[in-house]
């Protein structure tokens, strides 16, 4: 079992940059999949991107490519979601979430955690 915190979140302004963290606990950070998604109120849940096990493989919806960038360091057992050119269409609640199976959109998230509000002002 993991358990994941994020933290990071915040207001910004159209243009600007944030850097997410979710820090797991537990020592099996290592075989876990990891994702963002994000949620903004009274829409779906939307995938953002994902990362593989080792790191060596990303995944990220169109609206962000380009502008986010995922990364793990498993020493630290901390995933990282670097936003830049931040856009107000870019505010919701951002979750990470781990998968013990497969990777990227399609993977089975198994643990979810609290959020965190990213707040974009034009």
């Known amino acids: 079992q993991v358990q994941l915190v994020e933290s990071g979140g915040g207001l910004v302004q159209a243009g600007g940059s944030l850097r997410l963290s979710c820090a797991a606990s537990?020592?099996?950070?290592?075989?876990?999949?990891m994702g963002w998604f994000r949620q903004d109120p009274g829409k779906e849940r939307e995938f953002v991107t994902g990362?593989?096990?080792?790191?060596?493989?990303?995944n990220y919806a169109d609206s962000v490519k380009g502008r986010f960038t995922i990364s793990r360091d498993n020493a630290k057992n901390t995933v990282y979601l670097q936003m830049n050119s931040l856009k107000p269409e870019d505010t919701a609640v951002y979750y990470c979430?781990?998968?013990?199976?497969?990777?990227?959109?399609?993977?089975?998230?198994?643990?979810w955690g609290q959020g965190t509000q990213v707040t974009v002002s034009s």
């Open positions: 979430a781990a998968a013990n199976r497969d990777w990227g959109p399609s993977a089975e998230y198994n643990y």
């Open positions: 537990g020592r099996t950070f290592r075989t876990f999949a």
């Open positions: 990362i593989s096990v080792s790191g060596a493989l990303t």
